[in-house]
Each structure stands twice: as structure tokens, then as C-alpha cells.
């Protein structure tokens, strides 16, 4: 019954090789987001996609690229993973209608380690 | 853009006592208030939120409080148990579309058995 589900669980990578991480959603949820999270801090967001609509936050690396080929999945890529991209990566979901903000669900993350 | 303080950073409550985490939000405009649970290496769970339509919402040993004059939102736990130990986290956002939340910093909650 799970509802969003995050591939691999668990990524170890070497410093500069491109990393994917995979998001998939059963909840036909039109929003979905990427955040970061680092030990012991709030879940900070990266980007997310309205619909098909990207949203990128100010602050966010270039090394940090997304893709959204249709409703259910969305893509994290890091193009040259450095050591302090090592975090969770969460992704979550959540049905917006444009003037009624509904709850996030998030997956189980991807744990990233960078070597 | 909106800006979310949670107090404290931790908290050590004895088991069956209450525990309570204050939010304070800057953006009147914010209208979502949900309380995510966190265990170690888990995902965030939402396990209560309220809209700005209320003042106070429960589900059994926990609820939110809202004060949307002063900008402040509590989550209350009562009768606290061993499983209730994990970080919390506050968020807020406002209520149309396309708006991310803010997340509090968090609160590092133990339960002292």
C-alpha cells in the first residue's frame, strides 16, 4: 500500500559521477517536490513540479537537475555529486488546486552517500 | 517569503506527562499548519494539521492550537509514551496554489520512561 515510494533506499557514489534518484507516486498527486535534508535539519526544499510546471528554489545548485516525464514519476539528477550532497533525499507529494493547499506525503528517502 | 520559528530545539519530557512545541510564522497570508513526526532515518509523517478556519483541533493525545492574531500554533502531546520520542517539525504555508511550506527548525522530543 505504498503510496510513494523512493528507489534506490540507499545510493553510495563517487565524488563528480552523476547520481539518479527515483520518486514514483500512487496517489495521482498533480504536485510533487524534492528536499534535501541533512542530519539533525528541517527537510529543505529544492524544487518541485506543479503539473508539469518546474519551480526551482533560488537557491538551489545547478548540480541539482529534475525531470517529470509523466504524473507518477519524477527524477533527481546530481550531475557531479560533491561530498557535501551527501543527505536524505525526500521526495513528496501532494494534490493542489490552485487555491486550496492540501497536505504533503512523503516518501522513505534516499540516502545518499558521497565517497 | 515566510519564515517559521520553532522552540525548543529539544525537549525531555517524563513518560505520561505532556510535552508542547510553539511555531511562530510571519506571513499572515499563511493558512496550513501541519506537524510532521519524524523518526530516526524514517520519512516525515504528518500526524495533525490545522487550518486557519479553526482554532484548535485534536486526534486523542494530540492537537494544535492556532492564534492567528499573534501568528503562533502549538502541537500538544499528552499522556507522552515511549514511541512519541522523535523530531518534530512545524511548517506552515498559505492557502493557494502553488505555494511551498516553511518548515521550523525542529524539536528533538525524548520521552523519559
Known amino acids: 500500500d505504498a503510496m510513494v515510494i523512493q528507489n534506490p533506499r540507499y545510493q553510495v557514489t563517487q565524488f563528480g559521477k552523476p547520481v539518479t534518484l527515483s520518486c514514483s507516486q500512487t496517489?495521482?498527486?498533480?504536485?510533487m517536490y524534492w528536499y534535501q535534508q541533512k542530519s539533525s535539519q528541517a527537510p529543505k526544499l529544492l524544487f518541485h513540479?506543479?503539473?508539469?510546471?518546474?519551480?526551482n528554489e533560488a537557491d538551489t545548485p545547478d548540480n541539482f537537475q529534475s525531470r517529470r516525464p509523466n504524473t507518477s514519476f519524477c527524477f533527481l539528477d546530481i550531475r557531479s555529486p560533491g561530498l557535501g550532497d551527501a543527505a536524505m533525499y525526500l521526495c513528496?507529494?501532494?494534490?493542489?488546486?490552485?487555491?486550496?493547499?492540501?497536505?504533503?506525503?512523503f516518501g522513505p528517502g534516499t540516502r545518499l552517500t558521497v565517497l | 517569503g515566510e519564515n517559521v520559528e520553532q522552540h525548543p530545539s529539544t525537549l525531555s519530557v517524563q513518560e505520561g506527562d505532556s510535552a508542547v512545541i510553539k511555531c511562530t510564522y510571519s506571513?499572515?497570508?499563511?493558512?496550513?499548519f501541519p506537524w510532521y513526526k519524524q523518526e530516526l532515518g524514517k520519512r516525515p509523517q504528518l500526524i495533525i494539521d490545522?487550518?486557519?478556519?479553526?482554532g484548535e483541533k485534536k486526534d486523542q493525545r494530540i492537537a494544535v492550537t492556532l492564534n492567528k492574531t499573534a501568528k503562533h500554533f502549538s502541537l500538544h502531546i499528552t499522556e507522552t509514551q515511549p514511541e512519541d520520542s522523535a523530531v518534530y517539525f512545524c511548517?506552515?504555508?498559505?492557502?493557494?496554489?502553488?505555494?511551498?511550506?516553511?518548515f521550523g527548525t525542529g524539536t528533538r522530543l525524548t520521552i523519559i520512561p
Open positions: 490545522i487550518r486557519s478556519n479553526v
Open positions: 506571513d499572515s497570508a499563511s493558512n496550513y
Open positions: 496517489l495521482n498527486h498533480n504536485v
Open positions: 511548517a506552515a504555508t498559505p492557502n493557494f496554489g502553488n505555494e511551498k511550506l516553511t
Open positions: 513528496a507529494t501532494s494534490r493542489d488546486l490552485r487555491g486550496y493547499t492540501d497536505t504533503q506525503y
Open positions: 513540479y506543479y503539473d508539469k510546471d518546474f519551480n
